[in-house]
């Protein structure tokens, strides 16, 4: 979609085109459709970042608490949304040893304990090296710092979902 062509979208067609650019919470596409028409794609990422960043602490959460597990209970059972299967697969959290995955779920599970929501990070921009690192070193911060940290990883996840569906010109 050219973003010319995403300004004509009413609000219906907008919320059916951009309902997940954030993980389970069409909200977020609903609140920004207003600020249309959007000059370029940064325009309409800004819009999205704005509106994150201006929820309340415990939207933030509620936010957060949207996104599934990494290679957790819907992964493992193949229920994942189609963007969050591809980003999952994109991080190798298909591939893992039994023992990575015990890791894994066990520190899932110690961050979910500690925090009340869940670990979220961008897996099209970190391999499972660099997810397990992250999950071991953001378990040890404090919550109003991770949520602002899992905030900023959805928007990356964000950008990324919105590039994969605006064109920008240049590649017209
Ligand atoms: N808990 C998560 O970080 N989940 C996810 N991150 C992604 O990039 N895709 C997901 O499903």
């Known amino acids: 979609l050219a973003i010319a062509e995403v300004n004509k979208l009413d609000s219906e067609e907008f919320i059916e085109v951009f309902g997940n650019v954030v ?92 925090f009340g929501f869940p670990f979220v990070i961008c897996a099209r921009l970190n391999k499972k090296a660099a997810i397990l690192n992250g999950l071991t070193e953001r378990l040890k911060h404090g919550a109003e710092e991770e949520t602002l940290a899992g905030v900023e990883e959805v928007k990356k996840i964000c950008r990324l979902r919105i590039a994969d569906i605006v064109t920008s010109e240049a590649k017209l």
């Open 23 to 114: 993980e389970n919470c069409k909200l977020a596409a609903a609140a920004v459709w207003s600020h249309k028409p959007f000059q370029d794609v940064d325009h309409l990422n800004q819009t999205i970042a704005d509106f994150l960043d201006a929820l309340p602490q415990k939207g933030k959460e509620g936010v957060l608490r949207c996104h599934p597990d990494l290679a957790g209970r819907l992964a493992q059972a193949g229920q994942l949304t189609t963007e969050s299967t591809q980003e999952q697969k994109s991080a190798g959290l298909d591939q893992l040893t039994q023992d990575e995955l015990s890791t894994l779920t066990d520190l899932n599970q110690q961050y979910k304990v500690k």
